[in-house]
Structure formats: structure tokens, C-alpha cells
């Protein structure tokens, strides 16, 4: 991941300041980097007061979704074998569309993005604020298609703090 330039952190960090906003930029590995060693220090000092409320976004997914199923057939490659790596999944020809990488769009192989990235970015979160199960759980869906997971709609922002 890239750092930001001196100038767009001092924007960023006026924007977030006149927002009464604490803000982290995301970390891979969540778990082992400083980043996520700093957030629990902080989070546990009580530098920044009780949290009541946290907002983790993405730029994932970045692989299709919200597509039907490949029509076209195309050749497996030598080095996969197909039916193994299928395993549990209902049988299907092989497609591009679903490996190498895609495959976490389709239901049958991921979890889409909340599976693929929601373990790096919840995770030193729910560890700083030593979150336990939750008490409840809201999840909204867009359109399905039959096999993938839902599209992801394009909305302004409602927030602040969260981009749609």
C-alpha cells in the first residue's frame, strides 16, 4: 500500500479534525503491523474517549459480481485440475471467470468482499475495542443473481464518516 503524500495527509488529518473524527488508515496484515498495535495502545489508553460507533469500508470488490454464469466453454489448464479444485462445489466447466482470483464473486467458492477483506479490516478493530459476539446484526442486499453475489450500486455518500 502506497503512503499518502505530506500534503493530502495534512488535508485528510484537517478534514477528520474539524469532523470530530479519529481516523486509521487500513493495514495488511491488520493483525502484525504497527498500525494495529498503535490503534489498541491508543483505543486502550483511552486517547480518543468511549467509541460508540465504527465505520470500515473497502475498495473491494474488485472482481465481477452481479454477473450470470459463463456460457462459453474454454480449455482447463495443465496445471489445474479442475474437478479437485471444485471439490464440494456443484460441477460446472471451466471458466476464466472463476479461477485464478474470481472465484470469490461466485457463492459456490467465497464470501465475497466481507469474507475476502472484512478479516483484515474488523479484526484489529474488534481486538483494540475488545469486542466480544455481537448483540445484533443489520445487513442490507442489492439484487442477486442466481450464483454471484450482490451488485454493488453506486451511491452518494450518506455520511461523513461512511462511503456508500
Known amino acids: 500500500m502506497q503512503d499518502l ?3 493530502r495527509r495534512a488535508l485528510l488529518k484537517g478534514a477528520a479534525s474539524a469532523a470530530a473524527l479519529m481516523t486509521f488508515p ?15 495502545e491508543y483505543l486502550g489508553a483511552g486517547a480518543i474517549g468511549p467509541v460508540r460507533e465504527v465505520h470500515v469500508w473497502t475498495n473491494r470488490p474488485i472482481w465481477p459480481q452481479g454477473v450470470e454464469r459463463p456460457k462459453e466453454k474454454a480449455t482447463v489448464p495443465a496445471t489445474l485440475d479442475w474437478d479437485l479444485w471444485l471439490g464440494v462445489a456443484p460441477e460446472r466447466p471451466y471458466s476464466p471467470a472463476y479461477h485464478p482470483f474470481k ?21 484489529p478493530i474488534a481486538r483494540a475495542l475488545q469486542l466480544g459476539a455481537p448483540t445484533s446484526v443489520e445487513a442490507t442486499c442489492s439484487p442477486l443473481f442466481k450464483e454471484t453475489f450482490p451488485v454493488r450500486r453506486r451511491k452518494p455518500c450518506c455520511s461523513a464518516t461512511s462511503p456508500c
Do not use: K, M
Not at 487500513?26 to 489498541?40: I, K, S, T, Y
Not at 472465484?103 to 479484526?123: E, Q, V
Open 26 to 40: 487500513p493495514r495488511l496484515p491488520a493483525q502484525a503491523d504497527e498500525g494495529g498495535r498503535v490503534l489498541c
Open 5 to 7: 503524500s505530506v500534503s
Open 103 to 123: 472465484w470469490r464473486g461466485w457463492r459456490d467458492f467465497g464470501t465475497g468482499a466481507l469474507g475476502d477483506i472484512g478479516c483484515h479490516s474488523f479484526a
